[in-house]
């Protein structure tokens, strides 16, 4: 139902824009690169000639969050904004990978939505677990956030030749289990995807990991192969995901998957600690793993390149 | 003499009220014997006593340590925490015998089973 970003459309795509990590990405002639935000900052302009677009992720801003490392994520979220705001060359819209809030309160949601407008880009969001907390399991967050989606928040859009696809994982978690899509969302997958050109580039987003980084802390998605297994006839597919609050990447098949840093606070390293909880880092360091950083990824002839920053540079 | 029988009034005064006082108390434990309690304490994305086997009539308090939130949620629907910050807590007395499993619906492979038996 997102055919496309122009006219009306535009209208809901604001509502719908989120940011990720801070990286951004770039599709030149159906190939993408992705640049991170501090190359693209020091980046001369673009030749006209080449008619790049690029996107920005943000992730993770805990809206809420304000204890040890980060007493105030309010402000980290407002530097990270400042950045996309600060690109040479303007990203046609934002994607926000989820855990927009801490708490799924309303002013916390309220907060991210107004400081998101100062962009004036269309935002595209995805819930993150702590976005289902309110009483009625995540109603607020797709109230404000997700108004014409499907399901717990699913849909997707086409972008210059680029399908892109917000899926939820966070939804109706099962007891001992990690990330969760259902049997109703993954059919919903399948339609969406049938009848596509297998070249078409396909940038699939979510909160949790769509592949198993560390199923001891559950990170990872229990019914992902089957989302992967309808996406692996596709030429070039991009899966980026955030929810662990740094920067992982793997290749595998035709399927490149990322996922980004927070704007609030860093994750320790897959079981580099006893648990996955805020890594409390010196409040110098703090800014140096917040944000995004060099992330690049390349495939066969397709090549999608994700260069991340921080908010430190 | 009469400073020394006034000191012992008082000492008799002392020793009968806490005797009526024990006697209190004494009662009360009779008439309400203590709330049977239990504890568990959610840390580093854990139930730090992830199988509990306590007393029908027993009250269960989880309180998060933690400084992520989580929640309590019985898998079958029995009991259910709102969601708990840091040093939040949750209780839940449990009335019947039979296995009580929960989890953490932000963290599910957070799991922890509570046993009631007589």
Redesign the interface.
Known sequence: MFDDLDGDRRGFLKCMAWAGTGALFAFQGGIGSSIGLDAALAAPARHASVQPFTFAQISDSHIGFN??PNADARATFREAIAKVKALPNRPDFVIHTGDVS???RDEEFDDAEQMLKELGLPVFFVPG??D??D?DGGKAFLNRFGKGTQGAGWYSFDHRGVHFVALVNVAD??????GNLGAAQLAWLKADLAGRSSSTPIVVFAHIPLWTVY????WGTDDSAEALKLLARFGSVTVLNGHIHQITQKIEGKIAFHTARSTAFPQPAPGSA?????LKVPSEQLHSMLGITDAQFVRGHDRIALIDSTLSA | MTRGFKILTFQVSVIAAGALMMGVVADMARAAPPAAAASVTIGNFTFNSPTLTVKPGTTVTWTNADDIPHTVLSKDGVFKSKVLDTGDRFSFTFAKAGQFGYYCSLHPHMTGIVTVKA
């Open positions: 204890k040890p801490q708490l799924s677990e702590h289902m907390l009483p978690l099962k007891p001992g289990g990690m199923a001891d802390w559950g006893p648990s996955p909880g805020p």
